[in-house]
């Protein structure tokens, strides 16, 4: 682990040193060293100021979960009455109910002390697919697949300087989200000379390139409603807005509350430096 | 500065509580006729915006606080639980990680601005070191605080700053297992910095009651570094420093919500939001920018010892500071030579900052050596012979005659009237 961050960090170095071919890379990526890629930023509809979610690439997105991911993926801390609430997916309630209805979860105990499993009702959270950490690790070769919850939030890009400094004041958030979508494309052969571990697989973006988890879309796994046709990038694209908004239930409202305050701190500014000017006409200064 | 009182009890009750107890006296005093030099700039208007910042981390943690529990169990989901299922709650987390940045942000100004103008020298001692003792409280605040989430960097921070301790020659590792309260970073150790991380903010605000209080006795230090001579060199702080005050405030708001509403987690690290977990070590392990230059101080001395008792000398050498500077002029405006020397010092730390991001090898440890080194050279060789052999550009008369040079305004009238302007 520590051998791959150097590397890492060093390829932060060194992108710091070739600006030039960093700000190139922007859209794209850059290959700064050799091994891994670096994750270019992508557009997405819920970044900027006014930014907010596609309701249909989060609905997209949810499915691609359901029927890809929540196989060995939880999703402890989103419940499935948040589908239906705004600035998310925009299920209607009965629909909800339904998509909920669909999972089972476990309650109790009942009058006899007995667990029991019922249908997901909205107030529940997302069934996770194994009991706890030992079962999950048991079904996947040893390795922990990582909640999903907040895991837009968790992972994050190498910027260097100076972008990181831009990136203060660009209002870039979307490391995490980069490096998802990045990395739900970066399967491919291992090249040669590479060895990889028993059970292992080759992903670009993945931090040393050996990654536990086997590649979880190709084309088609997913037949989506809207009828989108679901090509890998789709796909990836889809699942990463929705983890976005899994991670950051509240960033519509949080961006909308963020453009009143900034109003209302510029005209009460403004105010008081006018104020501040005719008080300070009084005397010399 | 802080002459006989001018308060004139207005009504039967405010007589009768004036014998009693006069405090709307002592509010008047301190806050609305308090003589202050009509020459402050920008730079002296972060006092009030580090106030507000205190009162507004203390209310956004209290509420914080009945949201929150206190248990390696429950920790991270019940940050989860205040971001998505209490109302308003990811406003009030993130105002709160955000106003911890901004509250630092506002300190290292205040204190710059301190040391560009020499407000630290007499008769200011005092004031100088209760702030130096509220910077070294805030930095234990903050950094317990940032434990409180129990995400990977939380936890291992925790581990690297109470390791610190083990150092100590002979008793180290028993000091800092009674720190830990268990025989590593567990739920003892998380449950008394909740505690403290609780206590010492209301420290804080006790010791900046005595920091304004040791401001009041010799009043404010000015731009020119003058001492107030006459009346006419000050003017009554409301409404002029009020207004100004709080100008300058709502400007540095619209920064602070920049971050929180546009960019609240970019001021922190992505590793805290994976849950804390005892068995994985983090590729890399930072603090909060704040803390960079002290973190690259310690891991610059190539013992471990060391670097705790330098990273500590570092912090100790700044109570020394009125009396390590021998230069008789405060401000740098007069002082040719330290007024270079002084962004020679900024730009130190600054790159001390930055090298505290990056791991400790290579070009990045032989340039925080020498960062570090004249980090003490600065305070111990250079500030105490630049008072010396420096030739101070000569003072202005006064501070009146200074303001009026420069906005070559001859009409001014006398503190006396514009205090009677106040009610209008």
Redesign the interface.
Known sequence: MGGNSNIIRLRGLLAAALLGAVLAGAGGHSRAAEGTLHPGPQSWSFAGVFGQFDRAALQRGFQVYAEACSACHSMQYVYYRNLGEPGGPGFGEAETRAIAAGFEVTDGPDETGAMFTRPALPRDHFASPFANEQEARSANGGALPPDLSVIAKARGIERGFPRWFIDLFTGYQEQGVDYVYALLNGYEEAPEGVTLQADMNYNRYFPGNQIAMAPPLSEGIVEYHDGTEATVPQMARDVATFLMWAAEPTLEERKRAGFQVILFLAVFATLLYLTKKKIWARIGH | MSGPSTYVPKTGFERWLDQRLPVIRLMSDSFTDFPAP??LNYWWTFGGILTFFLVTQIVTGIVLAMHYTANTELAF?ST?HI??DVNYG??LR?AHAVGASMFFLAVYIHMFRGLYYGSYKAPREVLWILGVIIYILMMATAFMGYVLPWGQMSFWAATVITNLFSAIPLVGPSITEWLWGAFSVDNPTLNRFYSLHYLLPFMIFGVVMLHIWALHVPGNNNPTGLDVKDKQDT?PFH??YT??D??AL??F??LF??F???????LGH??N??PANPLS?P??IVPEWYLLPFYAILRAIPSKLGGVLVMFASLAVLLLLPWLDTSRVRSAAFRPLYRQFFWIFVLDCVILGYLGA??PEGLALTVARFATAYYFIHFLIILPLLGLIETPKPLPESITKS??AR?G?????P?GA?AG?AST
């Not at chain 2, 929180?260 to 970019?266: C, E, L, T």
């Open positions: 009509r020459n989901s989860e971001m998505r990811w406003l993130y003017i409404p002029y207004v100004k709080s100008f709502v400007v708001l619209i919500a920049w929180v509403f546009y960019n609240p987690n970019i992505p590793d939001y994976v070590t590729a890399h990056l791991p303001v009026l906005s305004d001859g009409g001014a009238r503190a514009a302007d």
